[in-house]
């Protein structure tokens, strides 16, 4: 345990943290043996933020709200000045793995990990606190979290990796995976008792950890393909408003293909991802279109040499929403009364986003990075759809410059400045809509402990 935080080693540790399938038994304290070869270990991390958040009237960190100067806006807050003390971007992890002993070829590892919250919300002794993330409250004093994200198995063998189980979907997670603001806070959370929002909605959409049956084929000169078939999500937002796309009779479907080359000192990784889904309505009520696909498709690279390293990703698609995938990206005419049939319009919203990310790193021991990225999507072509959130377009942005220093190998001291903008185009058909932009500036100091 006496290395640095090597890129390996984080890279590990991020892979764990975040789903991907990956046994982090190199990477515990413990690692306990078995009769018949069988192996238990333990991993996880506790991280702490101090942030400065100074936020305009109508900020909201994932960009659902606009200021009430043109229209009231539901969920509209004033300008306000936020400290908190709170944890980051990612949770604290505690994950347990168990490792099977190899028969026949097949090797399996199976992983739970639970992921708390260090923070309350902003009342100290609230019994129940709504999560800004979710929107689901989270139980107990002072409303802290915890969350089971990871339930998974890998099954290993030569001809490849079949995983079931819940975990961090395949859309969206490199982007992840290589944002910098992951150790870190980026956007900030006012008053919530959950993580931050880091940089999602501003460059990719947020993919959560969801139920799947998935298949990674084998490396083949440095190609390596997954594909997944998911518990299909209905389109939470709408449902809000007015309780129609509310059938899904197939699986979600994504996949992934990504390349890795070591090229003397230069490592490069690329990758392509995409996702699709079908969401109808049940009852009576039938559509004019038939029913609603929601898309995408992301590509993106990393590279790096002699300290440096540069990362881009793109993503576009229609029904994705703004910051949340699956949360506000479609929507539906009003439905008719009760137990009557009727006709509707559903549509989904057009959506593009990107980032790119500079870092170099000084002795493998502390990183300096800036990025920029930003999350647009387009108003819904028809007048009158029922939606929760105006029906307008909306572009999310932030910039953000960081440094990240590896004390040892189990502790890392991180500092981050993040400005993040949402912008907002009036729409004709809707009077109230607001025409312009909300700004916020984060500044967060803190440290990871890691095992």
């Not at 290993?156 to 982007?175: E, N």
């Not at 880091?198 to 190609?223: D, E, M, Q």
């Not at 690329?270 to 995408?296: M, P, R």
């Not at 903008?421 to 009077?431: C, D, I």
Request: hydrophobic share 40%; net charge negative.
């Amino acid at each position: 345990m006496a290395k640095r935080f090597t890129n390996a080693r984080v890279a590990a540790a991020v892979a764990a943290a975040l789903g991907l399938g990956l046994s982090a038994a190199a990477n515990a304290v413990v690692v306990v043996g078995g009769d018949n070869g069988w192996e238990v270990s333990f991993d996880g991390n506790i991280n702490a933020f101090y942030v400065i958040s100074d936020n305009d009237e109508g900020w909201n960190n994932l960009g659902y709200t606009a200021p009430s100067g043109n229209g009231s806006f539901a969920g509209t807050v004033v300008q306000e000045d936020v400290q908190r003390v709170q944890t980051g971007f990612l949770p604290a992890f505690f994950s347990f793995n168990v490792k099977a002993p190899t028969v026949n070829g097949l090797t399996a590892t199976g992983r739970i990990s639970f992921a708390p919250t260090i923070n309350s919300s902003t009342t100290k002794n609230q019994l129940y606190a709504g999560d800004p993330l979710s929107g689901n409250g989270n139980n107990g004093i002072q409303g802290s979290s915890i969350d089971t994200r990871e339930v998974v198995v890998n099954v290993d063998a030569a001809w490849g990796t079949v995983s079931f189980g819940r975990t961090l979907s395949i859309f969206g997670r490199q982007a992840i995976l290589n944002d910098m603001t992951l150790f870190g806070v980026g956007m900030a959370n006012a008053d919530g008792a959950a993580v931050t929002a880091g940089r999602i909605g501003r460059g990719y959409t947020y993919p959560n950890f969801n139920a799947r049956f998935s298949y990674k084929t084998p490396v083949f000169a440095g190609l390596q393909a997954e594909v997944g078939l998911y518990d299909p999500s209905i389109e939470t937002v709408a449902n809000q408003a007015n309780k129609v796309l509310n059938q899904t009779d197939s699986p979600r479907v994504e996949g992934e293909l990504t390349y890795t080359a070591t090229l003397g000192d230069a490592t490069v990784k690329a990758w392509f991802d995409g996702l699709w889904q079908n969401i109808e309505t049940a009852g009576k009520n039938t559509f004019v279109s038939n029913a609603v696909d929601v898309h995408g498709w992301g590509s993106g690279a990393t590279a790096g040499f002699m300290g440096f390293n540069v990362t881009g990703y793109y993503y576009e698609g229609a029904g994705l929403g703004r910051s949340l995938q699956f949360a506000g990206g479609t929507a539906c005419d009003a439905p008719p009364a009760a137990g009557l049939a009727g006709t509707l319009t559903c549509e989904a919203a057009d959506n593009d986003g990107y980032y790119v990310q500079g870092t170099y790193s000084f002795f493998g021991k502390t990183k300096v990075g800036a990025s920029y990225g930003e999350s647009n999507q387009d108003k819904f072509d028809s007048a009158g759809l029922t939606t929760v959130f105006k029906n307008q377009d909306v572009s999310l942005s932030m910039w953000t410059v960081g440094v990240y220093h590896d004390v040892n190998s189990w502790l890392k001291l991180i500092a981050e400045y993040s400005n993040g903008k949402n912008s907002f185009k009036a729409n004709a058909a809707e009077a109230t809509t607001f025409t312009g932009e909300t700004e916020s500036q984060t500044v967060s100091l803190g440290t990871f402990f890691m095992w």
